[in-house]
């Protein structure tokens, strides 16, 4: 018999991380006799939803046993869900389904769904009921959502693979003791195979997150042996407790999709918009760059500050380039109208621009000044005066390139694929399972 279970939503700023459970339930089903039929599955839903807490990612396990051992998995997983999440966050309400069987097609495009865009927990619910799942739900039990997403993708596109190693207890919270330069070493051994390793701009090191969650280190990368080649070059100066090797859709894109105009943008729903450049780029206070996109309707896109050297891209932009905007939607707020938020930038066609300056003077060729509402221009420097005289269109000097534009590493999302994974993509299922996919 088959089994899939899905677990989401049990961590909070302070602490947990789904990831650890999935860890820690990976060696009680082992206990049991389970055989993995797939790397345990961290998939990375919309990273747009609201009541997120950080990576919006949910985990399933996938295995399979000679008897019914649907009702002990399931135990096993609420237990250690009771005891790692943190029920005190408002914002934490856990859910775990079982499904036994193949994956149905329902739970599949529901999965689509729940990365691209925003589902109620009604629908969850109603498939849940369906398929005849078991579930628990915590609180307001929105957790369902994420953990039926979890069971529905089965990573038969494009994915990757993420090695996460997590500290003992009485580390929790204090600086991950991780050698930088053997990352730096690491990292120029295993790339292309491994990414987003470190930042090249800042060389500041992205395996390690920064809160106070049980992760020490994740590496990325194409393959199992890859990201396990990587972490046994990373030198740390702490205990290491337990590693596992996820397979997942991080880097992969499978959140944006793809849509005709601007009347299809939504908020929440991360979108592919191609269009053309209406105004000029403008950076306002905070460091943010944006401008106006018209793709049947205007919409507003940004590169926040975070971004970093990909907004001198966007500033570059000009009136009537053909642009392709890569990203999440945010609500209209604070006075802002609803903006696309950029995770990518493809220039498709530079265009000709020009901007209007006042003329120069016909006598002393000094720069003339406008004299007021339809009194012309007059020279400030010898007094000339002309009242037929308009602005004058002035070419503008384009450095920027066609091609594809990504922010750096540490400013892209979980789903965002890197440059140096396009051309690398793959799809289908593991057969087997590289040994060792876990520790102990
Ligand atoms: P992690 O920290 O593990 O990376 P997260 O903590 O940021 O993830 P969760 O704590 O899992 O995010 O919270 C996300 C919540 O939103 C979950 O309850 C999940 O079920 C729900 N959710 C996720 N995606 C959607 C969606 N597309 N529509 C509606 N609800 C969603």
């Not at 450095?399 to 789903?415: C, D, S």
Request: with cysteine; hydrophobic share 35%.
């Amino acid at each position: 018999m088959e089994f899939h279970l899905g677990i989401d939503d049990t961590d909070s700023l302070r602490f947990g991380c789904t990831t650890y459970i999935a860890a820690l339930l990976v060696e009680k089903l082992l206990e049991m006799g389970v055989e993995f039929i797939d790397y345990p599955n961290l998939v990375r839903l919309n990273p747009n939803v609201p009541w997120k807490t950080r990576g919006n990612g949910a985990v399933c396990l996938r295995f399979r046993h000679g008897e019914d051992v649907s009702e002990e998995a399931l135990e096993e997983a609420v237990e250690l869900v009771e005891e790692h999440a943190d029920f005190e966050c408002a914002n934490t309400n856990p859910g775990v389904v079982l499904h036994t069987g193949r994956v149905p097609q329902d739970f599949k495009m529901f999965s689509k769904r729940v990365i691209r865009s925003v589902v109620e927990l009604r629908e969850a619910e109603r498939l849940i009921h369906k398929h005849g799942c078991s579930a628990v739900g915590f609180k307001n039990r929105r957790g369902l959502i994420g953990a039926l997403a979890a069971v529905g993708e089965t990573l038969e596109g494009d994915h990757t693979y993420e090695l996460l190693t997590y500290r003992v207890r009485e580390n929790r919270g204090k600086p991950r003791m991780v050698d930088p330069e053997s990352v730096r070493e690491m990292d120029r051994a295993t790339r292309p195979m491994t990414f987003n390793n470190l930042d090249p701009e800042t060389g500041r090191i992205l395996i390690t997150p920064r809160g106070a969650d049980p992760v020490l280190y994740g590496i990325r990368g194409e393959t199992p042996e890859a990201v396990y080649k990587a972490h046994l070059m990373v030198r740390v100066y702490e205990e290491v407790e337990r590693w596992v090797i996820f397979r997942t859709n991080q880097g992969t894109d499978s959140h944006l999709k793809p849509v005709k105009d601007a009347s299809e943008v939504r908020p929440y729903n991360p979108v592919v918009l191609e269009g053309r450049v209406a105004g000029w780029p403008r950076t306002i206070p905070g460091g943010h760059v944006i401008f106006p996109l018209e793709a049947g309707g205007v919409v507003e896109c940004a590169a926040y500050e975070p971004t970093g050297s990909f907004r001198d891209v966007v500033r570059m932009l000009a009136p009537g380039d053909v642009v392709r905007v890569y990203g999440g939607v945010r609500p209209p707020e604070n006075g802002l109208p609803m903006t696309i938020n950029l995770e990518k930038l493809e220039v498709l066609r530079v265009s000709e621009a020009y901007r209007l300056e006042n003329p120069t003077c016909p006598s002393c060729g000094g720069r003339m000044k406008s004299a007021g509402r339809g009194r012309g221009f007059a020279c400030r420097r010898c007094g000339f005066h002309s009242l037929t005289m308009t602005k004058v269109r002035v070419p503008v000097e384009r450095k920027l390139k066609e091609g594809l534009y990504i922010p750096p590493p540490r400013a892209q999302r979980h789903l965002t694929k890197p440059l140096q994974r396009y051309g690398m993509e793959k799809s289908g299922k593991p057969d087997r399972l590289f040994n060792p996919w876990h520790w102990p």
